[in-house]
Structures are given as structure tokens and as C-alpha cells.
């Protein structure tokens, strides 16, 4: 075995910046004139036909040997020739583009005159297609003779058949996911693919002629359920990789073999899907091309790889090596009329050539090199300075190379030294009023920028009234500033009060008019009182952290004059803090050693006080010009405490999960009750309910605090309202999770201090003297009625039911009076 380079008999470049794939290449008897033509169609929608004929090496493309070069507006996948016209068995072209296949009569003209012959090309049929394309196939499908019919699989797995003009049938393959090459086998009549999961898979044409037809997938889908006829493969072999392309190859001295090339490996397989042979390829193959038989039950393969290299075996022996001067995406055999077997390849770029194997070598050698003795000693030491040059540059370079003086583009963020004097707060979850902060990002632009983008991010649950913009483009030496608002939205502190704003842009080249994309960054701190207030300090804390310095104590108020109130000193030691979300956090500087405690109820709350401290220690000694300031924890870790909040958080996690199981089960349980009700009250016969009911109301109560506060607002607004004018009956919302329990505890101690003063619970007649009544009697004392609602017994109320029964004065006792449950609304 010997590597020669491929020998060029003709070659061409074919177009300007096309793209060009395995289907857009094709050599056939196009015109019917007993010679071989190439066919090239490009993903720019342009045809071009070729009749090469021999030329010096070198030498330009005749102008004569492009017959045609047509625009076809839409983009070419594949192109086919056979007998596709009724009533005549010449050869016709097929082209298929994403939603059209097209047919053509290709004919020349002997010409009389030195311009040559003349080529046209006239459209016999098309058909549009309901479904974009993939790849197709033909054949006398059935066993028909005479003419070809074509198969188009489309990029959702479909097969279509046309009889020529007429559309046949449709069938969708089962489970296919994304298409795969397909070939029909005319000795079996029946089709073979590679599916998604990686199997060779062969069908029968007869079967699928008689399924069940689908127009869509999920009919196929159904049909394996229910009735008709399904679509089931002849034989399955799993091959564990994708397929590039297959080729069904029928030689007289060889058996009739089906060829899959895979990413790795070249497969045979006989008729019946047994594996004949399997050859693992040491490359990676772009394309192949079973050509003939020389040896009796022996296959000959052209196989292309992306080596630039075209490699010829027979079975799974390779027999010879071949340089070529581009990565092949497509390989045939042609038959000139003054060449016979010559090679035809064509790579994605468009370079088209006709070659053969010929014998000339490459007469390339590698230049000796002069051997001499090795000084070990010199060695090392060259060893060693390596070495500490590599030290160096590891101690004084960074991982990420330093920005340059005069960049493209900053970005500058200042954060406002005062809160908002009007907050800018919105969609919060805390019930008190929260501040805001204003931050102002200025982006200036040294160079003509464009695509840029503004990205402000915070730590949760720190948010950004606007933490998203976009400019299309900034001028050069100009700036675009924008203001900002951070304010907390939950209700629990964050983990650190820094953030970034990055910009992303892109900056046009000569060879990039799009741009280059780029980013830069920067890095802003937020005031600690946009989280927490000034406070009296606690004494007592059942969490306490001691931080011990190097440097005498420096005075808080000089350290956090933004926390001082109008009552403290100018020298004090002792400072509180409030954090928005209820913590009380203390912090303490002794007087006669350099130590500072931080203090709090809540371990996990002493974080932000104590970096903050550590920060602003550091910040008013650099300040002083002091550089060995440090900061030590002499104590034991508090991991215990630390695991505690672990514990904590994944106890929540497991009731979280255990809540929502339990939910899905009451909601399959509501439902399934709801369709058995249903069916009951559907029933022209009367049937007992069985208490089924019952069950209905219990499963629906299990949201209680939801439900509760529903029908107890719905008494307050309708039979305990204050006046008969304030009586309304109009219908709830739907029913979600509360924030809190306090709207709930409202309601019920508004409901308890009107049933005390005379309310019932009914609408009667004697609706207006119940609301004089109740507008009319003293409000009940608070902790009176803190009494009443602690003692049931006392207040007349029973623990399992729901209803309120008062000894002076006696309410209407009647069926329609006390309900034993809370109201529920009527579109409940």
C-alpha cells in the first residue's frame, strides 16, 4: 500500500462563497446521449450541468463545458435522475428543495454555428410539500416496471410517495426523531434508514402502502393503541453511531449487500440484515461510494475522509491511498466519452474535480537531522534557568491579561450616598415601607461601538428597578448614563451588599463588519442602611463572635457615622443595628483591648455587621497609611450553630417536599370525587351519594387558611356588615396562598367582636335592626375579647366546629340561621 496524490484530468471551482453538501452532487446520462454529465446544485438555489473534456493541467475551464447554470430561488438538498416522466422511459432530472420537488426535461441542440450546441431546461411537474424535506430516494417501488417513483422523507420523519405527478400516500416513521439517510432496495422492495437511536432500520414497501394513513404525528402515535393497521420494521440491527450516508450495491460477482457508512465505522449487511463484515476506520469519514466487484463475493469502496485523503478497500482490506487537494463531501464514478471510471469529488467550498489513480509519488522527504552527542550537564542547567523563568512569569503575570490604559469602552457606576428621599420600592413581599437607593451608570466609548447591552446584577433578595438595557450603537467620544434604584424585596437579608454591572458589546473590523464581541465589567458596594436602622442595642444575645485586631480600637462613631442618632455621644462603644427583616444585631468595642463583638439572637444575621466592620476597619487604616493592620478569631469555629442552620434548611426542604406530595395527592383525590359527584348528578335515577359529599367538603377544606378567610370575609360583608347598605354578594377571587396569617387573624377577631354584640348569622327581615345593633353596641375591651377568643369554652365556641353560639343574648338557632360550617361562596 502506497499514499499517491489523486491525478487531476479536470477541475473547477464552482461558484463564489456557495455551500455545497453530500445531495448536491450528481453524474448521470442527464441528456440521454450516452455520455455522463456532472450536476451541481448549491444551497444558493443555482444549477449548473458540466461536460468536462481533457485539458493541459493548469489550463482555465472552457466556456463550452458549462452547458447550463441556472437560479432556482430556493436552496437545492438533493438532486436525482431517473425515469420520472409518464409515458416515456427517458431520464429526467429530479431536484428537491425544502418545500418543492421539482421535475426537468434536460435536452440540447447540435449547433450549426462556431457558438456550439444549445442546452435547455424545461419544468415537466412539481409538486408542493406540506412538510420541509430532508433527503429522498426512488425506484419501482411495488416492483413496477418502466418508470421510477420517489420517496421524500421530511424533517419530522414522514414518508411521502409520488407516483410521478400524482401524490400517493403518507406514512410517519415510528419514533423517529431526527431524519436519517434513506436508500430503497429494489431486490426486497423495501426502504433503509438509520433512525435517531442509532438502529438500521428496513420496511417494507408493501407495509407501509397498507397502514393506517396519519396526517399527523400524533394519529401515528394513537394507532398503536387503537385500531388499523401498524407500521412494523422487516429486520433491526443496532450499530451504536450515527450514519453518514447507505448504499445498496448489487454486483454479479458479489451478493446483494446494504453498505452503512457510520462515523467510526463502515458496516455490511446482507439482505436480511445479518452483518457481513465491519471495518473500523482510524479517521473520520465525510464520504464513501460502494463502485464495483473485482474479486469474486468482494465489494470495492471509495471512501473519503477529512484528511483530505480518498482511500479505496475491498471488504475491509485497504488497497490503496490517494492525496486530494480538499475534503470530499460527495464521490461518484463517471464514464466520458474519452475517459472511463474517472473520480468525481466535490467539497462544501464548491471544488469540483475529475481525477484518476495515477502512479507518480510524491518525492518529498524529510530532511536528516545531524545527529550528535548529548551534553547531560548542559541540559540540566538549561533545565534549571527554564525553570525559574517559568517561576517568575507564574509570580508577576496574571491568569487574565491586564486591560490596556485607553480601552474601547468603561463603564462607571456611583451609588448615591443618600437613601431616596421617595422610595423606589416595588413588588416587595415586606409589609413595612422600604428604601431604595439610586445608582448612576455612566458608559463611555472611546471607539464607534454597537449591540451594546447593560446587565446590573445584585444579590438576592437585593433587587434593580430595571436591571436590563439595551443601545444599538454609541458614538465614539460619547457617554450614555442611566439611573437606577436597589431596594430589598424579600424578606430576609442578602448575602453580601456588593454588585456588578457589566456591558457587553461588539466593536466592527474590516474582516468583521458585525463586530468583535467584548465585555467589561464593574464592581459597586450598596450602603449598609439600605438593609437595617440605627437601634438601641441589645444586651443579651444568644450568639456572640469576638474579632480580635492588631491595631488600638478605633471609635464606631468614626467608623459608622451614617448609624449615629441625635441622643448618642461622639465617643461611645456600643452600637445597634435593626435589620429590615427583624433582626437586632449589637456590636461592641471595648475600651482597653483591640477587640470588637458582634452580637445577635440570629446566628446567620451576624454575617453582614461583621464583614462590614472588618471592611471599614481596613478602609479607615489605609486611610491612616497603616499596611500591616489584621484581623483574627481566636475562638472555636461555630460550626455547631453553622450545622444547626443546615439542619434548619434541609428540614424545610423535606416538608417542602412532603407538602407538595401531599398536595398532589388531595388534588387527585378533589378531582376524582368531582368526576364520581358529576356522574351521580348526571344519573336519571336518583342514587345515595354514599357520602361522597362529605369527602368533597373535607378534601376541599384541606387549604384551611385560604378557605377560612373566604367564607369569614364573606360573613362580614353580608349578614354581620355594619348597615343593610354595606350588605354585598359579590363573588371571591380564587383562592391562593397568603403571605401571612394576619389578614386571617383580622377578620376573625372582627367576626368574634360582631357576633358579641348581637350579629347573626343569617339575612332576615330583621337584617336593618341587627345592623343598628351592631353599629350601636360599645367596642368590647381588647383584652376582654383576648379573653373570649383564648377560652372556647368562655366565648361559647366548641374546638370541632367552626360556628359561634354566645349565651346573652340567645341568636336564632334555626336550620338557616347557624350553619355547622363556614359559608362557602356560591362559585366555590
Known amino acids: ?205 408493501q407495509v407501509l402502502a397498507v397502514a393506517t394513513d396519519a396526517e399527523t404525528r400524533q394519529d401515528s402515535e394513537q394507532q398503536k393503541l387503537g385500531s388499523g393497521k401498524r407500521l412494523t420494521r422487516d429486520w433491526m440491527m443496532n450499530i451504536g453511531e450515527q450514519a453518514l450516508d447507505i448504499c445498496i450495491v448489487s454486483f454479479k460477482q458479489a451478493a446483494s449487500s446494504v453498505l452503512v457508512l457510520g462515523e467510526r465505522n463502515l458496516f455490511c449487511f446482507k439482505e436480511n440484515g445479518q452483518l457481513r463484515f465491519m471495518k473500523k ?245 450598596l450602603p449598609l442602611n439600605l438593609i437595617c436602622q440605627p437601634i438601641q442595642p441589645s444586651k443579651n444575645a444568644a450568639h456572640k463572635i469576638t474579632i480580635d485586631t492588631n491595631k488600638p480600637p478605633v471609635n464606631l462613631s468614626a467608623l459608622f457615622p451614617d448609624f449615629l442618632r441625635e441622643s448618642d455621644d461622639e465617643q461611645i462603644n456600643v452600637l445597634g443595628f435593626k435589620l429590615l427583616s427583624g433582626a437586632t444585631i449589637t456590636l461592641l468595642a471595648s475600651k482597653t483591648s483591640s477587640r470588637y463583638r458582634i452580637q445577635c439572637d440570629q446566628f446567620e444575621d451576624l454575617w453582614l455587621i461583621t464583614k462590614e466592620l472588618i471592611q471599614r476597619l481596613e478602609e479607615s487604616f489605609v486611610r491612616e497609611g497603616t499596611k500591616d493592620f489584621r484581623c483574627m478569631f481566636s475562638g472555636p469555629l461555630p460550626l455547631q450553630e453553622y450545622f444547626q442552620l443546615v439542619d434548619r434548611h434541609f428540614e424545610l426542604r423535606l416538608n417542602a417536599e412532603k407538602y407538595k406530595e401531599l398536595l398532589s395527592e388531595r388534588a387527585v383525590q378533589y378531582r376524582a370525587i368531582q368526576r364520581r359527584l358529576l356522574t351521580h348528578f348526571k344519573d336519571k335515577t336518583p342514587t345515595p351519594l354514599r357520602n361522597l359529599d362529605t369527602l368533597l367538603d373535607g378534601t376541599y377544606r384541606q387549604g384551611w387558611e385560604e378557605c377560612v378567610d373566604t367564607a369569614v370575609a364573606h360573613l362580614l360583608r353580608t349578614c354581620l356588615s355594619k348597615s343593610s347598605r354595606d350588605q354585598t354578594l359579590s363573588s371571591t377571587s380564587q383562592l391562593s396562598m397568603p403571605k401571612d396569617t394576619s389578614r386571617l387573624k383580622k377578620h376573625i377577631t372582627l367576626l368574634c367582636d360582631r357576633l358579641s354584640k348581637g350579629g347573626r348569622l343569617s339575612l332576615t327581615a330583621d337584617s336593618t335592626q341587627q345592623a343598628a345593633t351592631i353599629s350601636g353596641c360599645q367596642t368590647i375591651p381588647e383584652s376582654d375579647l383576648e379573653e373570649r377568643m383564648g377560652d372556647p369554652a368562655a366565648a361559647g365556641m366548641s374546638p370541632n366546629h367552626a360556628h359561634v353560639t354566645q349565651k346573652q343574648p340567645k341568636p336564632d338557632c334555626s336550620q338557616d340561621a347557624v350553619e355547622e360550617n363556614p359559608v362557602i361562596p356560591e362559585d366555590r
Open 281 to 525: 476506520l482510524e479517521y473520520n469519514p465525510s464520504c464513501f461510494l460502494p463502485y464495483t466487484s473485482v474479486l469474486e463475493g468482494t465489494i470495492n469502496t471509495l471512501i473519503g475522509n477529512h484528511n483530505n485523503k480518498l482511500l479505496i478497500y475491498q471488504d475491509v482490506t485497504l488497497k490503496w491511498v490517494a492525496q486530494l487537494p480538499h475534503v470530499p463531501v460527495s464521490v461518484h464514478v463517471a464514464n466520458f466519452q474519452d475517459l472511463k471510471g474517472v473520480v468525481v469529488t466535490l467539497s462544501d467550498s464548491g471544488h469540483l474535480q475529475c481525477s484518476y489513480l495515477g502512479t507518480d509519488p510524491s518525492f518529498f522527504q524529510a530532511p536528516k537531522v545531524e545527529s550528535r552527542e548529548l551534553d547531560y550537564d548542559e541540559l540540566d542547567t538549561e533545565m534549571k534557568e527554564l525553570h525559574k523563568v517559568i517561576r517568575e512569569a507564574t509570580k508577576t503575570q496574571d491568569i487574565l491579561p491586564k486591560a490596556e490604559n485607553d480601552d474601547d469602552l468603561k463603564v462607571t457606576v456611583i451609588v448615591s450616598p443618600s437613601l431616596d428621599a421617595v422610595s423606589q420600592a416595588a413588588d416587595n413581599t415586606v409589609d413595612v415601607t422600604l428604601p431604595s437607593t439610586s445608582l448612576k451608570v455612566t458608559i463611555w466609548s472611546r471607539l464607534s461601538v454597537q449591540d451594546v447591552k447593560l446587565s446590573v446584577c445584585v444579590q438576592s433578595p437585593l433587587a434593580v428597578t430595571q436591571d436590563q438595557l439595551s443601545f444599538a450603537a454609541i458614538e465614539p467620544g460619547t457617554s450614555r448614563s442611566v439611573i437606577l434604584s436597589v431596594f430589598l424585596k424579600e424578606n430576609f437579608p442578602p448575602a453580601d451588599l456588593g454588585g456588578d454591572a457589566a456591558v457587553s458589546y461588539s466593536t466592527p473590523t474590516e474582516r468583521n463588519p458585525e463586530g468583535v464581541p467584548r465585555i467589561v465589567q464593574c464592581s459597586f458596594s
Open 1 to 205: 500500500m502506497s499514499l499517491f496524490k489523486a491525478r487531476d484530468w479536470w477541475s473547477t471551482v464552482v461558484g463564489e462563497q456557495e455551500e455545497f453538501d453530500h445531495g448536491c452532487l450528481c453524474v448521470a446520462d442527464v441528456d440521454n446521449s450516452g455520455n455522463d454529465k456532472i450536476i451541481v446544485g448549491s444551497y444558493k438555489g443555482i444549477l449548473r450541468i458540466y461536460s468536462p473534456q481533457p485539458a493541459k493541467p493548469g489550463a482555465a475551464l472552457h466556456p463550452e463545458e458549462l452547458i447550463l447554470e441556472l437560479e432556482l430561488q430556493d436552496p437545492i438538498l438533493q438532486m436525482e435522475v431517473g425515469k420520472f416522466v409518464s409515458g416515456t422511459e427517458l431520464l429526467h432530472l429530479a431536484v428537491l428543495h425544502p418545500r418543492k420537488l421539482s421535475v426537468y426535461a434536460f435536452s440540447g441542440t447540435m449547433g450549426t454555428v462556431e457558438h456550439g450546441n444549445q442546452y435547455q431546461l424545461k419544468l415537466m411537474y412539481e409538486h408542493n410539500l406540506q412538510r420541509t424535506a430532508c433527503n429522498l430516494t426512488f425506484g419501482g417501488f411495488g416492483g413496477v416496471k418502466g418508470r421510477d417513483l420517489i420517496c421524500i422523507q421530511s424533517m419530522d420523519g414522514m414518508l411521502m410517495f409520488f407516483e410521478q405527478e400524482s401524490f400517493a400516500f403518507g406514512r410517519f416513521l415510528p419514533g423517529c426523531l431526527l431524519p436519517g439517510p434513506l436508500k430503497y432496495s429494489s431486490r426486497t422492495d423495501s426502504f433503509i434508514t438509520v433512525s435517531s437511536s442509532r438502529q438500521v432500520e428496513n420496511y417494507k414497501y
